[in-house]
């Protein structure tokens, strides 16, 4: 078949993986299809409209969006591979992140693959307004066990993060991911907070990548044992020095 | 003077849900389930059309919300109008699950032509403003025009598949469908030139 034969088959997605590339290619030089395509797709446009209304069976918008958002939770599970294995099993639901424009890219990104494997290991990754440094992680027996983890977010923001707190034999880490930062100037930092009461503790500091994501890993050795976290917050800070939160908290979640 | 009244509410309409579309892509799963409820009607329609198969139609709008909001599928303005966008999909995804399902879409039966309901009222404006002449372009189609027009739209069947079905050669099918779909859109710019004038 000559290839601009095949213009009513290409719109009914009938070719092979090959024959549409070939077509496609075919596309970029001929005029002629392209114009028929167009004109398949315009003359075609009102032809929905036609249908006869069918009233939806009972309960399907829920079952719908409740699969819709399954799925969410399920494809950022996935993407986080090694806190998934080591949830215990008493653990409730995680909390669904929401999807981001950049979010597949970002959760599959060798920042955060390295982040979430170092978890396994022992490596802490504390970062004192710096730059993260992420070393080779060693390959070792664990007991990790994610207690918690929760989806960040902000009012006047479209950044997000998601934390977790992870027990390690008697030691407990505080894992915390975050996308779409804005840039930040000079010292400036993300300090990121744990709240008990209305009591802030410090809880490690980032900065962003020129792509708008930072990470960190905090031990939470270093706070009071003992306490019932409430909250998880974080702020853009003038520097790495405040012991309280200076400037606004931009995302937060309860713990 | 009508036809720039038109214009203007698609205008809004559209951009309602670009805003809701934008929205969705934040990750606001209020804006996703307007999307939703907008469309819930027509697509279920529209796939119960295309397959007669209420399972089927189910799982589409299931996998077409799920392309939405993981963001598989993304609409851009620059290229239609969002219910456009949707509704294609919405045909896509159906046509694939068909295949995938392998069951064999009966030819028996024309798709019908439907006649116009007395319970047809539909919140979805631009359904309510285009069922009637849509419906009634296509039933002023000569019987093989519609024939192809629903082997080929409605039960997305390849060129070879239509030529077969309707008895003619390979080569001629294209220049059929074109002349066909040329009469729907003439009978339907007629129609709409009319209300109009009303
Ligand atoms: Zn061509």
Redesign the pocket.
């Known amino acids: 078949m ?3 034969e095949k ?1 009513l088959d290409y719109f009914n997605n009938e070719l092979s993986n090959t024959e549409r590339e070939k077509f496609e290619k ?2 970029e030089s ?1 005029d ?2 392209r114009e ?1 395509l167009e004109e398949l797709r315009m003359l075609t446009d009102d032809l929905p409209f036609s249908s006869d209304p069918v009233e939806p069976p009972e309960g399907m918008k829920d079952r719908v969006l409740g699969a819709v958002f399954e799925e969410d939770k399920e494809v950022s599970e996935d993407q986080v591979v090694p806190l998934n294995e080591h949830r215990s099993k008493e653990e409730g639901p995680a909390h669904a992140p929401k999807p981001r424009g950049n979010r597949q890219r970002w959760m599959m990104s060798g920042l955060a693959a390295a982040l979430a494997v170092s978890l396994i290991g022992n490596v802490y990754i504390l970062s004192n307004g710096g730059e993260e440094s992420v070393s080779e992680p060693p390959i070792s027996e664990s007991t990790d066990e994610v207690n918690s983890r929760v989806l960040l977010q902000g009012e006047a923001t479209t950044a997000s993060a998601t934390a977790a707190i992870i027990r390690q034999n008697e030691s407990q880490l505080l894992t915390l991911q975050a996308e779409q930062l804005d840039q930040l100037e000079g010292d400036q930092v993300y300090q990121v907070w744990l709240l008990a009461g209305d009591q802030p503790y410090r809880a490690g500091t980032f900065v962003a990548n020129s792509n708008g994501e930072g990470a960190v890993a905090f031990s939470m050795d270093q706070l009071p044992a003992d306490i019932d976290w409430e909250a998880v917050a974080v702020s853009k800070e003038p520097d790495a020095e405040s012991q309280t939160p200076q400037g606004e908290v931009i995302l937060s979640s309860t713990l | 003077m009508m036809a720039v009244v038109k214009e203007k509410k698609g205008c809004v309409m559209s951009n309602r849900d670009l805003e809701y579309y934008q929205k969705m892509m934040n990750g606001d799963k209020q804006s996703l389930e307007a999307i939703y409820d907008k469309y819930e009607k027509l697509l279920y329609s529209f796939v119960i059309k295309l397959s007669s198969d209420h399972s089927l139609a189910e799982e589409v709008l299931q996998e077409v919300f799920i392309k939405l909001w993981t963001q598989k599928a993304q609409y851009d303005e620059t290229k239609g109008k969002f219910s456009s966008w949707i509704v294609t999909i919405t045909r896509y995804t159906a046509i694939d699950l068909i295949r995938a399902r392998k069951e064999s879409v009966s030819l028996e039966e024309e798709t019908d032509v439907p006649e116009e309901k007395g319970d047809s009222v539909e919140d979805l404006v631009e359904w309510k403003e285009k069922s009637t002449d849509v419906r009634r372009a296509l039933s002023q189609l000569s019987d093989e025009q519609r024939r192809i027009v629903d082997l080929f739209y409605f039960k997305g069947c390849s060129q070879s598949k239509i030529a077969e079905e309707c008895n003619l050669p390979l080569g001629t099918v294209k220049g059929r469908l074109r002349l066909a779909l040329k009469h729907l859109k003439k009978h339907l710019s007629i129609q709409e030139g009319g209300i109009s004038d009303a």
């Open positions: 000559r290839e601009c213009v075919h596309l001929c002629e299809c028929e």
